[in-house]
């Protein structure tokens, strides 16, 4: 197995299922077990039991209790219990506290885990990228390049302040744990896989599979280049600038190469 092959199976899409799955017996399940062994093969069992099939099926535990939260998605069209007799069947079990249910056909979205949160219980801002291109595109072409100048601000704001999150956290703190966590964060931001090369004078970053507007245009997007930069800053404590970007169309990634702001003033000054 090459670098490339390990590499490419470290990174596997999901989606997090904040939209209902397609389908018109398609109901949501929201089951508050206790967190102990068997919990949820004595639920699985229900719903097998009844031939339903599982779309989605995610959950986690309560760290404030002793409880493990499942949400599901079930198929009935293939099923012959009824709805009551499903939601009863699961009550009845030892192990579980508590079943709701959203049948509603009509509802598009998850029901339940709202609303979404991250580092520390921070609530999460979960949004289509899409709208975010297309908002620095407009910027561009209503104040020029001030508008890319904006959001590159406005991302590095925003990292130096989750950066302090992060930081308050119970991981380790040397600067390699940290630049190790952020391509981690990177990943979930869903903007690609991030590879960032630490130099002398600042980070070459290579972002593979990057986000393309409408699946296939490439945007120069000041908006993440600011993030990168803030977040490197709070760790290492320098301000950086981009000195250029590249997109390779054949390989479907982009560098992008940020420097330190104290070489450039030393440069300039020569």
């Known amino acids: 197995m090459n670098d490339s092959t390990r590499l490419n199976g470290k990174n596997y899409p ?9 389908g018109s017996k398609v109901v949501e399940f929201m089951v508050i077990c206790k967190n102990e062994i068997g919990a949820l093969a004595a639920i699985s069992g229900i719903l097998a039991k009844a031939n339903l099939n599982i779309e989605v099926k995610y959950g986690h535990a309560d760290r404030d209790s002793n409880a493990y939260l499942l949400i599901l998605y079930a198929d009935f069209s293939n099923s012959p219990s009824s709805l009551d007799q499903i939601t009863k069947d699961l009550k009845d079990l030892p192990v579980v506290n508590k079943v709701e249910i959203d049948d509603d056909q009509r509802r598009r979205f998850d029901n339940f885990l709202f609303p979404i949160v991250g580092v520390q219980d921070n609530r999460a801002v979960i949004m289509d990228l899409n709208a975010l291109v297309k908002l620095e595109q407009s910027l561009f072409e209503k ?25 308050s956290g119970d991981f380790a703190q040397d600067r390699e744990s940290q630049l190790k966590n952020l391509v981690d964060l990177l990943k979930t931001s869903g903007w690609g896989i991030f590879d960032i090369r630490k130099l002398w004078n600042g980070f070459d970053i ?54 330190t702001r104290k070489n450039n003033d030393t440069n300039n000054g020569a």
């Not at 999901?14 to 397609?22: D, E, S, V």
């Not at 001030?146 to 590095?156: D, E, I, T």
Request: proline share 3%; charged share 25%; aromatic share 12%.
């Open 143 to 167: 104040i020029g390049s001030g508008g890319h100048a904006f959001l590159f601000q406005m991302g590095r704001d925003y990292s130096i302040e989750n950066g302090k999150i992060l930081k």
């Open 14 to 22: 999901r989606n997090i299922t904040l939209l209902r799955p397609p």
């Open 206 to 259: 290579v972002i593979s599979e990057p986000h393309l507007l409408d699946g296939h245009t490439f945007v120069d997007i000041r908006f993440i280049y600011g993030m990168l930069a803030g977040a490197l800053q709070s760790i290492f404590d320098e301000e950086f600038y981009v000195l250029d970007t590249r997109y390779d169309t054949r390989a479907n990634t982009i560098l992008l190469e940020l420097r």
